[in-house]
T-cell receptor, first 110, second 122 residues
Framework: RKEVEQDPGPFNVPEGATVAFNCTYS??????FFWYRQDCRKEPKLLMSVYSSGNEDGRFTAQLNRASQYISLLIRDSKLSDSATYLCVVRLYNNNDMRFGAGTRLTVKP | NAGVTQTPKFQVLKTGQSMTLQCAQDMNHNSMYWYRQDPGMGLRLIYYSASEGTTDKGEVPNGYNVSRLNKREFSLRLESAAPSQTSVYFCASSEATAGLAGGLLQSYNEQFFGPGTRLTVL
């Protein structure tokens, strides 16, 4: 079983739609959580950290459920520019070893 | 600031050849990393260096060696390339940050990635 699992998609949604991505992780000692965004043939870039209490950044909302070892990302009012692959990332506390999910591909269509 | 730079951008090797992938960062970060990315697998950590002078194995270190030449530079060497090492290689760097969230001190560690090296081993 992979340490970080994501639905690979692809998710094809119209502009303006709300879309949610889920991620599960297997190591209960994981302490830090992130969503990264990766455009086609580019490097990953941090989208947002995921805080225990959940957090929002504009149209993006991240949630963490430690009991279920589950992370989610909600994108509201999708834009064409949101088309990318979204990577779920977990890290053990004070450990530089970060584990990446394989990513969920999103395409937003006009 | 250039951020994280990698050379070369593309490389084709024959089985058994050796090569070194170069990585440099100008953000004065202590930690640097090498990942490989394969379809359906996500990024997997090969080696990392928590600080100048130290290196540690990651998830998939076999077939690779690294050198933390100084604080800025972290190179990845393939001594005898194999077709299984065909992949996209990303270098990254980070500086740990910490903050309070939900009453708990949490350590966040944003990693900044280079543009990647596409390596094909024939």
């Amino acid at each position: 079983r992979k340490e970080v699992e994501q639905d690979p998609g692809p998710f094809n949604v119209p502009e303006g739609a709300t879309v949610a991505f889920n991620c599960t992780y297997s190591n209960s000692a994981s302490q830090s959580f992130f969503w990264y965004r990766q455009d086609c043939r580019k490097e990953p870039k941090l989208l947002m950290s995921v805080y225990s209490s959940g957090n929002e950044d504009g149209r993006f909302t991240a949630q963490l459920n430690r009991a279920s070892q589950y992370i989610s990302l909600l994108i509201r009012d999708s834009k064409l520019s949101d088309s990318a692959t979204y990577l779920c990332v977990v890290r053990l506390y004070n450990n530089n070893d970060m584990r990446f999910g394989a990513g969920t591909r999103l395409t937003v269509k006009p | 600031n250039a951020g994280v730079t990698q050379t070369p951008k593309f490389q084709v090797l024959k089985t058994g050849q050796s090569m070194t992938l170069q990585c440099a960062q100008d953000m004065n970060h202590n930690s640097m990393y090498w990942y490989r990315q394969d379809p359906g697998m996500g990024l997997r950590l090969i080696y990392y260096s928590a600080s100048e002078g130290t290196t540690d194995k990651g998830e998939v270190p076999n077939g690779y060696n690294v050198s933390r030449l100084n604080k800025r530079e972290f190179s990845l060497r393939l001594e005898s390339a194999a077709p299984s090492q065909t992949s996209v290689y990303f270098c990254a760097s980070s500086e740990a940050t910490a903050g309070l969230a939900g009453g708990l001190l949490q350590s966040y560690n944003e990693q900044f990635f280079g543009p990647g090296t596409r390596l094909t081993v024939l």
